[in-house]
């Protein structure tokens, strides 16, 4: 399993967790299923989807990008909209190839793409993974 280094850990401030630690190697990869945002959903729960999607533009852009370590549920919320596989999907695969849809990210989130005007995720205050950390492999 692939560990995206740099990738924020969490949403700071909070218990969503963005990635996980080490792969599941008796059950496999937990599978990515897609799941509704329902309007009513908590403002918490927006800010998680808000927050991973633009840690995953800043971390990736638009170019494809290898499941790897990102935790399936928060990536869950968003796929088949703003995150879309590439090539044939298998849900369980951590080697599944992912890319965000710019457009439809825009669309969802048009907060995070507004000029000049970041988004105040924190992510400079976070103990999320660090370089240097040795793998749990």
Not at 59 to 64: A, K, V
Not at 70 to 86: C, F, N, Q, T
């Amino acid at each position: 399993m692939l560990k995206h280094r740099g990738f924020p850990g969490r949403l700071p401030g909070t218990d969503f967790q963005f990635v996980i630690r080490r792969e599941n190697r008796k059950k496999g990869a937990t599978p990515i299923t897609r799941r509704e945002r329902f309007k009513d959903r908590r403002p918490a729960d927006k800010r998680a989807d808000a927050g991973f999607l633009s840690a995953l533009i800043a971390h990736f852009g638009d170019e494809p990008f290898p499941r790897g370590n990102l935790d399936a549920g928060r990536l869950s919320w968003l796929i088949g909209r703003e995150v879309k596989p590439v090539g044939q999907f298998d849900p369980a695969d951590y080697d599944q190839l992912l890319q965000v849809d710019m457009a439809e990210a825009e669309a969802a989130f048009p907060e995070l793409f507004v000029k000049d005007a970041p988004q105040e995720f924190g992510w400079d205050d976070q103990d999320g993974w660090d370089d240097d950390e040795a793998d749990d492999d």
